[in-house]
């Protein structure tokens, strides 16, 4: 007989002493929105790893990289304080679990860690869905309580009113404001379409005057505008065909009609 | 390596002292006609929140209001005596669980609470689908005890006689039997293209005299007649497309046919 | 916090002091074949109820019988000795459990139960597909030893060469093979459009053979007239439409092929 | 009440002594590649039995052999060393398990094994589907260490550069990974519409090389004829009737666009 594996295995490499940290959480989602953001964080701001999380509720699955090499995916969170007084911790991963358990569980892992490290804030960074192509596109927003929003809307996002945010990009503020912290997520206006910088960008910008933390999103650019040329053929070649765009998957979603 | 959550936790706020208190659950299901009623009834008595319950098996995401809050899937226990001699528990949710065993440890711990508490009858509040709009909803019934059958056929109910009724407002009932108390469904007649007022204020009127209750359901009128305006719009461009309605996704369901 | 609920909840109301007895399991499935079987020994036998199982991976919802009463999916073991020399256990369930998880454990429940009241064999009642009528239906086999398709065979089974036996009807011989038993299914051959109580009878005749024990199947004769009307209803409307019949579900299926 | 099942329950029959030992693993997948190739080595090889593994989340059933006898899914670990200093571990099972929790307890459970056993590098062997039919179907790798890489690519595989594989036998070598061993995959190119013998037996030719193990694949050889005819005959009817060919489902994957 064997043991059962615990939901989440986490793995400490180090409990970072932070000076007024804030969590950041990206995952891969629509448009992969919120992960481009938290990998921009982790590279930009040179973090350092600080935990890494397991969980057999992941895909069970390995992901191939450019050098061949085979990972099975897994969950990350960094740190650093980028500036003197503002401590950022980023929590990103490969992949999202595949049950609802899997979800709160590693929600409440990380959230716990956090807490622990003297972290009060926590911000998701996910896609808004449109099924459009927009230039600049907006930024939306919900919290977990009034000050959040009223944060929010000082920093020129648009607030949402009704709706859902799902999977962890959504249920990681939820948990955090369960556990007794604040909670908001920043949410990019996005096509669904493509892997968008762009959106990731926007997002960042709102994020960085929200925590008070100057952001370099130059590299994100350059990715957006290769974004853009793809954008362009795709909507050259659906002008051809005459097509309509087919409605994409939605991490956001609208209210119950009635 | 973190724990495994338990399906459900269990916040008590209060262990209410009760007299010849019943259990009114109300979740969200076809046409929101359970919940709609449920929510009336914590609202027009006033009732107080004693329990809440958090669970893995809740979908995972946060739901947006109005203002820019966003909040977990939770259900909730409330209380109060709305006359003397009568005490009435509501539950509701702003989900059903995602899982088999999440509604099955939801219902039993409800359940377990009440019946604590002094309940001995559980009353569910569900959706009975035709995919017709009725201008004056009839509703169903199905009891765990030939007492209950005959209670609701004397406050009118009309009773099921094949079929199954599905979910936490189905599940509920069957749990309490399990745990010898007695249950019963009240089924408001609803076409399940809407939300429902018409079918909740039907639903509460019966369960007012089978509970010996008065309720007052003129909000649930008011809205009742914003749907109405709504089905008659979508009749007249029903007609105009010369369309058949779509077959709406339903809580009750007819018995296998052989 | 409340505790996880077992997965299986076992309820013994008597362990029997048996005589060479043999356990026959019929659970939903195609056409109900072993359902309405299981049932028809119960019945005339008149065997007695020793144990009752409920699950929280049964499907969450009540079924509601002509008298208006309304019950949770259970499980149920019975036991009589129909002859002298004789044991006879009957296993049924209002329904399969809803995951791989819920199926083997109470397969083992029901097993484990059953080899410590001294069964060695077990058999399972179930339906064998063919998508069309047969006024004569064929029992195919299958065993978990030499032994058992030997005694198959001189009762007249058709055997199965390949494929596989899903569910509860297939998995509960398997179990009992893991755990020292041995087992054989016997599936009626059956269109899959129609409870088919001829099909039944077919098996128990079958059955009736291998176990040594006389049954008396003419209720179950006269149920399958009942569905031949039925049959010669569809097939006269389907010879009108011109139509096709569809392919049904199937609770047994060929091999890979290749 | 009864206990719950463990996710894997293992059963030991003999921990081997072992000379270098390295474990090789092909479970069912697209075109039954890497099942046909792990049955291949353990037949010429004439390895023995090591331990089984039993699991809840295999599928629910059992499956039918030619004789009529019926089992339930079940994992088999394999070991001898067909060569002096070379010995082989084969680690294959009837049936994927169908749940992602399942999928990681049982890569846990023989990597555990193997490990305690003196293994340090796992192979597994799987399909790389294209769509297509290809007379001297390539091989394709992964390998969770730059060693790796570099030992597949001297062998002659072809380098995966992106995508994911996915199941079992991707899992493996991330579990493998995990808990401090290499880990390589080695895909063969198929169609993925019947059993490709041809593919299997071009995986195991260049894990020939990779291990240092003479393997006769004449057996294969043959199997593949049979197969070649097959696809020759489906190719005709495909030209008659004018047909595109569907698209298989498929073990490896490639990337996501953007």
């Known amino acids: ?19 007024n940290p804030v969590l950041v959480c990206g995952l891969p989602g629509s448009g992969y929105v919120g ?5 921009h964080l982790v ?12 969980s057999p509720t992941f895909p069970p699955q390995v992901n191939v990289k450019e050098d061949g090499t085979a990972d099975p995916p897994r969950g990350e969170l960094y ?23 899997g979800e709160y569980e590693l929600s409440e892992a990380v959230v716990k860690f956090a807490k622990k490290c003297g972290v009060r804030r926590v ?11 927009s230039k600049s596109p907006r930024v939306f927003g919900a919290g ?20 859902g945010i799902s999977g962890m990009n959504g249920l990681l503020i939820g948990v955090a404001a369960l556990r007794g912290l604040e909670g908001a997520c920043l949410l990019g206006e996005t096509s669904g379409y493509v892997v968008d910088a762009a959106a990731s960008k926007a997002v960042l910008e709102l994020l960085s005057k929200v925590v008070d933390l100057p952001i370099d999103t130059s590299k994100l650019e350059a990715k957006a ?5 793809v954008i362009t053929q795709l909507q050259a070649m659906a002008e051809q065909a005459g097509e309509t765009a087919p409605r994409p998957a939605r ?3 609208p209210g119950y009609i009635g």
Chains 1, 2, 3, 4 share one sequence.
Do not use: C, H, W
Not at 35 to 39: G, W
Not at 43 to 51: G, I
Not at 150 to 163: N, V
């Open 225 to 229: 505008e290769e974004t853009q040329k």
């Open 43 to 54: 590279e930009s701001f040179n973090l350092r790893k600080v935990a890494e999380y397991d």
């Open 144 to 163: 977990t309580s009034k000050e959040m929003v009223s944060s929010l809307k000082e920093g020129g996002a648009t607030m949402m009113k009704d709706g």
């Open 251 to 253: 991490e956001s979603r």
């Open 1 to 19: 007989m064997t043991e059962r594996l615990p939901v989440i295995l986490e793995r400490v490499i180090e409990v970072p002493k932070t000076t």
């Open 35 to 39: 992960k481009l953001a938290a990998d």
């Open 123 to 133: 911000y998701t960074l996910a896609a808004y869905i449109t099924g459009t192509f």
């Open 79 to 101: 740190y650093a304080a980028p500036r003197k007084g503002r401590g950022l911790f980023v929590f990103t991963a490969d992949a999202q679990p595949t049950t609802s358990e």
